[in-house]
């Protein structure tokens, strides 16, 4: 079945450094991408998504790119900020109904 | 326009005891989804309705969920009774139509904690 392998937090970092968090996944075909977000309080929230190989999805400064020879789709942004602090949660769907999550990065952003 | 709304956001029960935690979708979403997030680890499907009927249960875990959607409009999930591995965190979900994508609608997720 499909599965989604996002690296392990938490991870705290200071204002204005770069972020990465790596997701890799395992499935059939060729399925959608998408990273979402969840900040204290609140639902999660879709951030960005990519539909097909070499595709790069981008909002708020975040941006993936579909690799299809390394099955991953990390998330970077080079400056957070401290409004950026929140889980990130990286996940496929075959373009149904159904969305398979990874585990979720919490993140923390320190001024 | 509201969001999807879930309550009660925070739930502590004892074990054996049942919770039922609601959900209500956008207006007009026929398609209402159950995810669970367990102990910091991933979030997973529950099951899937369109309007009253249910598409898809094949995540329900085991036959002490029960997950309703009378009038095709809010949903309940009833957990009976209640097991220490049951704690987490309950999310629903909505979408007008039966895909992800943006109009795939979170809500901000039930806290339960089984004691």
């Known amino acids: 079945g499909d599965s989604v392998t996002q690296m392990e937090g938490p991870v705290t970092l200071s204002e204005e450094a770069f972020l990465t968090i790596n997701c890799t996944y395992t499935a059939t075909g060729y399925p959608s991408l998408f990273w979402y977000v969840q900040y204290p309080g609140e639902g999660l929230q879709l951030l960005l998504k990519?539909?097909?190989?070499?595709d790069k999805g981008s909002n708020k400064g975040f941006e993936a790119t579909y690799r299809k020879e390394t099955t991953s789709f990390h998330l970077e942004k080079g400056s957070v900020q401290v409004s950026d602090s929140a889980v990130y949660f990286c996940?496929?769907?075959?373009?149904?109904?159904?969305?398979?999550f990874g585990a979720g990065t919490t993140v923390t952003v320190r001024a | 326009e509201a969001g999807v709304t879930q309550f009660p956001s925070h739930s502590v029960i004892e074990k054996g005891q049942t919770v039922t935690l609601r959900c209500d979708p956008i207006?007009?979403?026929?398609?209402l989804y159950w995810y669970r997030r367990v102990m910091g680890k991933e979030i997973k499907f529950l099951l899937h309705?369109?309007?009253?009927?249910?598409?898809?249960e094949s995540g329900m875990p085991n036959n002490r969920f029960l997950a309703e959607r009378t009038g095709g409009t809010y949903s309940t999930l009833k957990v009976q009774p209640a097991e220490l591995e049951d704690s987490g965190v309950y999310f629903c979900?909505?979408?007008?139509?039966?895909?992800?994508?943006?109009?795939?609608?979170f809500g901000s997720g039930t806290r339960l904690t089984v004691v």
């Open positions: 996940a496929l769907s075959h373009n149904d109904y159904k969305l398979s």
């Open positions: 979900a909505s979408s007008q139509e039966g895909v992800v994508g943006n109009g795939y609608t």
């Open positions: 309705f369109v309007k009253e009927s249910k598409q898809d």
């Open positions: 207006s007009g979403h026929d398609n």
């Open positions: 990519a539909t097909k190989a070499d």
